[in-house]
């Protein structure tokens, strides 16, 4: 079977994530799509009350005898940490295939059926093309390399799909970084040359580089991937991340 289960990692997401599983309900298919699983890190907004409340309406929907097209939503608590809240959420998950997304990150139409297809071809791991939803020159130009199969412009942000066995093959996200775990786990998937990018967009929110600037937060990130390049250690990597970023 070719089903889908979709994996959020969620932290203080009051904002997006209603608008989220909204889309998410609107560009797929029931069918295709088997679960989403909320993985929550402690969050100390109202996002687990609008998940719940979201999830609730599709009970109550279907309750009453009306159509309910609402893939089934469950959410779960974890320690702190995407890498260990995406690797619960796998953990947990009932298809064959994982789908991984940020919770300000937002799918293109028919989303399921392109990654299924992708998987039928033998591809067993990608994401999605992506563009931020900013109209600043550099972040349009980011977005439009990410069409390029390029290790140096992939992301988390980008989305990304794994079939569970090449997933349980590598290990999952490794939990000793607190950041950069989805470039761990791409360059894994690249070292297998198990990697493709379906020419559809994602859009995310560019509302970190709104926050510090677009070029002082380009350097940061640069920096922390020429440190790992020089082979900083996960604290390393850390330490600079919540000294400058967080």
């Known amino acids: 079977m070719s089903e889908i289960s979709i994996i959020i990692p969620v932290l203080n997401e009051e904002k997006d994530i209603g608008k989220l599983l909204v889309l998410l309900n609107e560009h797929s298919s029931k069918s295709n799509i088997s679960e989403i699983i909320l993985v929550d890190g402690g969050s100390q907004d109202k996002t687990v009350k609008v998940i719940n409340n ?9 309750q009453k005898g009306l159509n309910c097209a609402r893939p089934d939503i469950k959410l779960l608590h974890s320690e702190k940490g995407r890498a260990k809240q995406m690797n619960l959420g796998a953990k947990k998950a009932t298809s064959n295939i994982l789908y991984f997304l940020h919770a300000d990150s937002f799918p293109p139409q028919h989303f399921d059926t392109l990654i299924i297809s992708e998987v039928k071809k033998g591809n067993q791991a990608g994401c999605f093309r992506m563009k931020f939803d900013s109209n600043h020159w550099w972040l349009r130009l980011a977005s439009w390399l990410t069409q390029f199969s390029w290790r140096a412009c992939r992301g988390g942000d980008q989305s990304q799909f794994i079939t569970r066995e090449l997933f349980d093959e590598i290990g999952g996200y490794d939990e000793s970084f607190t ?3 989805d470039n761990i786990l791409i360059n894994e998937l690249y070292s297998r040359k198990q990697f493709v990018v379906i020419n559809k967009k994602v859009q995310t929110s560019a509302r970190l580089y709104k926050r510090h600037g677009i070029w002082k937060l380009q350097y940061h990130f640069w920096t922390i991937y020429v440190k790992k390049w020089f ?3 996960a604290d390393d990597l850390f330490a600079y991340y919540k000294k400058h970023i967080c």
Do not use: H, K, N, Q
């Not at 979201?54 to 279907?62: A, L």
């Open 231 to 233: 082979g900083a250690s």
């Open 54 to 62: 979201v999830s609730s309406s599709g009970v109550e929907r279907s």
């Open 179 to 181: 950041i950069y775990e």
